[in-house]
């Protein structure tokens, strides 16, 4: 039996008639990185914001570590770390000083935990330094330090890498491939960056207009990913023409840009067509075997639902 540490079932949320989230089943399994990709307005915020009880469902239901957090809510939401949106933090302290006051806030101030989440979210460092001091990078792995100082077993990030550069997206990135894999910490993110949620998440949902179309693990997302031959032809009407007498007519068999061609059927003949090229006077100056990105298949997987 599979262990589910977050679970809904038709959970939705209507705003003024609109509906913001439509009736998803959402399951994310316990020690797995679950990111939910989708555009901005995807409804992914409010899916949070429902399972950490900053806003009501307008119907159906969630559960949390298998209970239901209305009746079992002092028992769930402390075993829960979360960041909505930018976190938020007294300017004119430093790093340390603003864990302490979380900390004391909650009854639990242990200067030892927060010096070794500091440790753990590398900025130990410059635990001294104020906030207002911070790059965006450090303001986001502090939110992580909050968010886990209380030993949580589930973390709940929105947008945690929105608006980072490279180098702070591969900390964070690194920072929660760390707490998954060697704390056993359970992990929702959200993202809109396709590329970040391909590299961390071990199951994908995918969002669209607030309807969860889909979770997919990454092993099966490599399998359902298309495969094509690239083709970077001289005269790519005189190519299409070849291809269109082999009868390879549907639009699904090949597509063109530019002076580009990509075949996605009868990839085992991609010779056979290279030579039909060249025999045609076409310089053929590139061909490639290749693979779609997550965001040309999340393209195709949204429109084609």
Not at 118 to 126: A, H, K, P, T
Not at 194 to 215: P, Q, R, T
Not at 243 to 249: I, M
């Amino acid at each position: 039996m599979v262990d589910y540490v977050i679970e809904t079932r038709n959970l939705s949320k209507i705003y003024s008639k609109t509906s913001v989230v439509d009736s998803i089943d959402m399951h994310v399994e316990k020690g797995k990185i679950y990111g939910l990709l989708g555009k901005n307005g995807a409804g992914k915020t409010t899916t949070m914001c429902m399972l950490l009880n900053l806003t009501y469902p307008s119907d159906g239901e969630i559960y949390l570590f298998g209970k239901d957090p209305k009746r079992h809510p002092m028992e769930i939401y402390p075993k829960i770390g979360s960041i909505i949106e930018t976190p938020g933090f007294y300017e004119n302290l430093t790093a340390y000083e603003n864990l302490k006051i979380l900390a004391k806030m909650r009854g639990d101030f242990n200067p030892h935990r927060i010096n070794s989440v500091l440790e753990l979210v590398n900025l130990s460092d410059v635990k001294s330094k104020k906030f207002k001091d911070f790059s965006l990078g450090m303001k986001q792995r502090l939110g992580i330090a909050a968010a886990i100082m209380h030993n949580p077993e589930l973390l709940i990030l929105d947008e945690p890498i929105n608006g980072l550069d490279p180098f702070g997206i591969k900390e964070i990135r690194e920072l929660l491939k760390r707490l998954s894999h060697e704390f056993g910490i359970t992990i929702l993110i959200s993202s809109h960056i396709l590329s970040e949620i391909e590299n961390i998440a071990d199951v994908i949902g995918f969002m669209d207009s607030g309807v969860l179309i889909e979770e997919i693990s990454k092993e099966d997302l490599l399998n359902r990913l298309d495969k094509f031959v690239e083709f970077e032809v001289s005269d790519i009407d005189l190519a299409i023409g070849i291809l269109e007498t082999l009868e390879l007519k549907d639009k699904r068999d090949f597509t063109s840009s530019g002076g580009t061609i990509r075949l996605y059927s009868h990839l085992e003949l991609r010779d056979k067509f290279n030579a039909l090229f060249v025999k045609a006077g076409i310089d053929v100056k590139k061909v490639n075997l290749c693979e779609e990105n997550l965001e040309e298949f999340f393209t195709r997987f949204v429109s084609n639902n």
